[in-house]
T-cell receptor
């Protein structure tokens, strides 16, 4: 089955620790995205990448980092510099140059205490 | 600044009671308007893409329409399983998706 996988589904960390969220897609999509979702708010863009080895900051990139070494993978690191990291994180991908339909993974719920 | 708003914030319907959800957008250049369904604790599920004013798309009890300033998601004779949060997003020529906050729909049996 083609799709986007995110792991783990739930993640718990202590304040001050960095944590990396995994995102893998087998849709052969060029572009990948990371969003953050907080209760009652829309999705906010953290980072996106339209091609391997290139990525751009979104609206709320501070305290986060990404890499895009392979087309299929776009991991997100939540660093200790992120002031309020507890949230639901969603990864998505899009095939550029076509319909631009964006498909999402199941999400990772991160809780930092 | 690109912006997408949705109304109402929450909507409660009786089973079979048709209604519409609104998505208003102000963006510099619209390439497409997307609708998603999101169940609690899950990722959004793609429903429709609309590309030009006047376009309509249907899927089961849902129909999406698009004008130059807004989009509507019409729900005909909803069932309890239609309960979810419905998100809309504007895809711009700047290659960005701008999401609205969503409408939380509850359909009571």
């Amino acid at each position: 089955d083609g799709g986007i996988t995110q792991s783990p589904k739930y993640l718990f960390r202590k304040e001050g620790q960095n944590v990396t969220l995994s995102c893998e897609q087998n849709l052969n999509h060029d572009a990948m995205y990371w969003y953050r979702q907080d209760p009652g708010q829309g999705l906010r863009l953290i980072y996106y990448s339209q091609i391997v080895n290139d990525f751009q900051k979104g609206d709320i990139a501070e305290g986060y980092s990404v890499s895009r070494e392979k087309k299929e993978s776009f991991p997100l690191t939540v660093t200790s510099a992120q002031k309020n990291p507890t949230a639901f994180y969603l990864c998505a991908s899009t095939q550029t140059g076509g319909s631009y339909e964006q498909y999402f993974g199941p999400g990772t719920r991160l809780t930092v205490t | 600044e690109d912006q997408v708003t949705q109304s109402p914030e929450a909507l409660r319907l009786q089973e079979g009671e048709s209604s519409s959800l609104n998505c208003s957008y102000t963006v510099s250049g619209l390439r497409g308007l997307f609708w998603y369904r999101q169940d609690p604790g899950k990722g959004p599920e793609f429903l429709f893409t609309l590309y030009s004013a006047g376009e309509e798309k249907e899927k089961e009890r849902l129909k999406a329409t698009l004008t130059k300033k807004e989009s509507f998601l019409h729900i005909t004779a909803p069932k309890p399983e239609d309960s979810a949060t419905y998100l809309c997003a504007a895809f711009t020529y700047g290659q960005n998706f701008v999401f609205g906050p969503g409408t939380r729909l509850s359909v009571l049996p």
